[in-house]
């Protein structure tokens, strides 16, 4: 039985989705795509209808997770909630959900060009939303990247630690905590224009 276009099209969103959540959850490497195509109530045969190969998908469903947060940081009214909410406990919790950087960051170094590709665009997007909520000045792109570094790390660290660690949460809280205040020192340090 045929099914029409828009369902195809429906049909395949629905595994990039599902692949954007699992690949944050577990690595690229980590889910198999007939696993996946079971997750979304697919057969596995059915795959390749829609991707030419898992590493076609990995690139995709990555460009739709930085996507994804790329919609969060343009909701966050300032660079104190972008920050509050990137180094929560909630977001912790939740790799599926929230940044794939922190969540694949070392799974992205074993994979092809074309999905590193990816991984570099939607860092580059990051930086640069930064980079905008930051006062001006020479080294606003440096302060930017350096900024996310410290986040980005700061999660894979906590996530790395047993669910209810108290260390997981002094890292979140510390690191969230100094980087805020390097931010507004740098700021009142910055003359204005």
């Given at each position: 039985?045929?099914i029409?276009?828009?369902?195809a099209?429906?049909?395949?969103?629905?595994?990039?989705?599902?692949a954007?959540?699992?690949?944050?959850e577990?690595?690229?490497?980590?889910?198999?795509?007939?696993?996946?195509?079971?997750?979304?109530?697919?057969?596995?045969?059915?795959?390749?209808?829609?991707?030419?190969?898992?590493d076609?998908?990995?690139?995709?469903?990555?460009?739709?997770?930085?996507?994804?947060?790329?919609?969060?940081?343009?909701?966050?009214?300032?660079?104190?909630e972008?920050?509050?909410?990137y180094?929560?406990?909630?977001?912790?919790?939740?790799?599926?959900r929230?940044?794939?950087?922190?969540?694949?960051?070392?799974?992205?170094?074993?994979?092809p060009?074309?999905?590193?590709?990816v991984?570099?665009?939607?860092?580059?997007?990051?930086?640069?939303?930064?980079e905008?909520?930051l006062?001006a000045g020479?080294d606003?792109r440096?302060?930017?990247i350096d900024?996310?570094?410290?986040?980005?790390?700061?999660m894979i660290l906590?996530?790395?630690?047993?669910?209810?660690?108290?260390l997981a949460?002094?890292?979140l809280?510390s690191?969230?905590d100094?980087?805020?205040?390097?931010v507004a020192?740098?700021?009142?340090?910055?003359?204005?224009?």
């Amino acid at each position: 039985m045929r099914i029409s276009r828009v369902q195809a099209q429906e049909n395949r969103d629905k595994v990039v989705e599902a692949a954007a959540r699992l690949f944050r959850e577990r690595g690229v490497d980590g889910v198999g795509v007939g696993e996946l195509m079971k997750a979304c109530g697919f057969t596995h045969g059915g795959f390749y209808n829609h991707f030419a190969s898992k590493d076609a998908l990995a690139a995709e469903a990555i460009d739709a997770a930085f996507r994804q947060m790329d919609a969060e940081r343009a909701k966050a009214g300032s660079l104190e909630e972008l920050v509050h909410g990137y180094l929560s406990e909630a977001a912790r919790k939740a790799p599926g959900r929230t940044c794939p950087a922190a969540a694949l960051g070392s799974d992205a170094a074993r994979q092809p060009p074309a999905v590193k590709a990816v991984f570099e665009s939607g860092l580059q997007r990051i930086f640069d939303s930064l980079e905008e909520r930051l006062a001006a000045g020479e080294d606003r792109r440096a302060q930017a990247i350096d900024l996310f570094c410290r986040m980005a790390g700061a999660m894979i660290l906590a996530r790395a630690l047993p669910a209810e660690s108290l260390l997981a949460r002094e890292i979140l809280t510390s690191v969230r905590d100094r980087a805020l205040a390097d931010v507004a020192a740098r700021d009142a340090a910055t003359p204005a224009d």
